[in-house]
């Protein structure tokens, strides 16, 4: 039997709820195309061409500049015939067009597949990198596997120099996983050259399945944003019941570690453990999900704890409090929690009224927050059944 418990002191009666298990991972019942998210992706594609293509003007002038009046790129490209001059100086504009994105974005709000998408930038930009290296070095460093090493820490350099670099600036913070994509992209290029290069068909055969193999696990990890967005959307009003893996992505620890488990569940077979450390705030927030609530009325979910008197507070927002992030404009709430399962359901109408000068767009809800204040030791709580009713 559950227990009736005090929600910003208002009575509000629990209720059971077995939510339905859906396949691990990637399932979908069927593939669908979401409309939101094409349209998402599509924007912040024609933005990011739009910006490129403005720098590949400008470098392409510079060059042009360069050829006309200084004569420094017949120098630098002596080598080269008089046809493919022109396609190497618009390499080398690309690639001075795309260094400065390197510390842009940092402070811009993205979806998280174009974030993914953005990330794969340091394997395009290092992949042009070495193309360029080794054209320039080709005449004066060999054999072949010395100038690849030459290329190689060269841009290891210069990928650790920008991350450092990153580190000093507002929004942007040193990333290993960066450096690695940089490797990649190196790597892909030296694999490109030497399929291009050999003449063995049994040889270029199995570089290209070695370079379809590292294509690929340099992907996946879109792939699976991909999936669980669209999931995601297919299992709307369901925020998140943590029956696939991916869910856990849809969230982002506080001061707090984040695990999906199977000890303690609420009518599935996963739940996920979210263990508090010490912090004037810990919790965790849910950052991925549908954002269109409306027609909806009430948000619920279930969280287990051993031992009561704990109070969970909760925040929720619309897209018009990112822009300020001022505490009166948004949802705040909080829950004294009982030792064991405890049903929370929260009044929509309560979230829209939340904001203190306005009412939340609830059709542009972005984000959920659970959390509690002063903590001065660790604390678990098991999170399951995140839904909309």
């Known amino acids: 039997m559950l227990s009736a418990f005090r929600y910003s002191g208002k009575a509000i009666s629990s209720a059971g709820h077995d939510a339905k298990g859906f396949v691990d991972y990637f399932y ?12 998402v992706c599509f924007s912040y594609h024609m933005v990011f061409a739009q910006c490129v293509w403005k720098h590949v003007v400008v470098a392409r002038l510079l060059l042009s500049w360069l050829e006309e009046e200084v004569a420094i790129v017949p120098q630098l490209f002596f080598f080269l015939s008089p046809s493919v001059m022109r396609k ?29 998408v953005w990330e794969l930038g ?14 320039v070095l080709r005449h004066s460093i060999s054999p072949r596997f010395r100038r690849y090493c030459y290329i190689y820490f060269l841009g290891f350099g210069l990928g650790a120099a920008i991350e450092l670099i990153q580190l000093a600036l507002p ?51 879109i792939a699976r944003i991909v999936m669980d967005e669209l999931c995601s959307y297919k299992k709307f009003p369901v925020l998140s019941n943590f029956e696939a893996r991916a869910e856990v992505g849809r969230w982002k620890g506080n001061n707090s570690s984040l695990e999906r488990v199977r000890m303690v569940t609420q009518g599935g077979d996963y739940a996920m453990k979210l263990t508090l450390i010490p912090a004037k705030y810990s919790g965790a927030n849910l950052k991925h999900f549908p954002g269109n609530w409306e027609g909806y009325r009430f948000l619920r979910l279930s969280a ?12 929720v927002h619309d897209k018009l409090h990112d822009k300020d992030q001022v505490y009166g404009n948004r949802f705040n709430g909080k829950v004294d929690l009982h030792s064991g399962w405890n049903e929370i359901r929260i009044p929509l109408s309560d979230i829209k009224n939340g904001p ?7 059709a542009s809800i972005r984000g959920v927050g659970l959390f509690m204040i002063d903590l001065s030791e660790e604390h678990t709580i098991f999170l399951d059944n995140v839904m909309l009713e």
């Open 28 to 39: 979908c019942d069927e593939f669908f195309f979401n409309k939101y998210l094409a349209e």
């Open 88 to 116: 190497k100086i618009t390499l080398i504009a690309l690639l001075i067009a795309l260094f400065p994105w390197f510390f842009l974005g940092g402070s811009v709000k993205l979806h998280r597949v174009v974030q993914e």
């Open 122 to 135: 340091h394997v395009v930009f290092f992949f042009l990198f070495a193309l360029i290296g080794d054209d």
């Open 171 to 221: 929004g942007r913070y040193f990333s290993y996983t960066d450096i690695l994509h940089n490797c990649v992209g190196i790597i892909t290029a030296f694999m490109g050259l030497i399929i291009k290069g050999e003449k063995s068909a049994k040889a270029r055969f199995y570089w290209a399945l070695v370079l379809l193999v590292l294509i690929i696990i340099v992907t996946l990890p």
């Open 304 to 315: 287990f704890i051993d031992s009561g008197g704990m109070t969970l507070h909760l925040r």
């Open 356 to 362: 203190k000068a306005r009412e939340m767009d609830m």
